[in-house]
């Protein structure tokens, strides 16, 4: 029996609770999935991708048959370095879907073998993004129910080792 392993991209600045969401809803479908962090310099993350890795790291620290690891190339040769041809996407609104689905079919004209499997996060996280957790974090918002309880800390240390 052959293992079904997935990709689950994205940028992640930072993990939250929607990201979390659609990993557990992957690990239904997949037994494996490496949480592929993407370097985006051009999107100007807060967080570096060594301290992205790290956080979420932290965050699936109780999960079996996920791994993290920074990627900065395309993702369809991440995909084929690693051997694995499904790639996780989550969708919160129609303009996630409009996106998505133009990333999905870019991918896929560069590799026919990439499949792209789309999914919600549940209602109660379906407003979360890691934008409006940036927004809460520079201006001392609270934002400790919109992440996974066990990254708290390591958030914190991380945004305090910026305003050094």
Do not use: W
């Not at 301290?51 to 932290?58: A, L």
């Not at 609270?142 to 990254?151: A, C, E, F, T, V």
Request: aromatic share 10%; charged share 25%.
């Amino acid at each position: 029996m052959s293992i079904k392993k997935a990709i689950y991209s994205g940028t992640f600045d930072p993990f939250t609770n929607g990201h979390m969401d659609i990993l557990k809803r992957g690990l239904k479908i997949y037994d494996e999935i490496i949480i592929a962090v993407a370097n985006s310099s051009s999107k100007k993350p807060m967080f570096n991708i060594n301290s992205r890795v790290n956080i979420i790291q932290k965050a699936i620290e109780d999960l079996d048959n996920v791994s993290v690891e920074p990627f900065s190339n395309l993702l369809v040769q991440f995909a084929k370095q690693k051997d694995v041809y499904h790639i996780i996407r989550g969708l919160r609104t129609t303009t996630d879907f409009e996106y998505e689905l133009q990333m999905s079919y870019a991918n896929n004209s560069l590799d026919k073998n990439i499949d792209t499997v789309f999914l919600m996060p549940s209602l109660e996280n379906a407003f979360i993004s890691s934008s409006i957790v940036r927004e809460l974090i520079r201006f001392n918002g609270d934002y400790s129910s919109l992440i996974p309880n066990n990254i708290e800390e390591i958030l914190k240390t991380e945004v305090e080792k910026q305003c050094m």
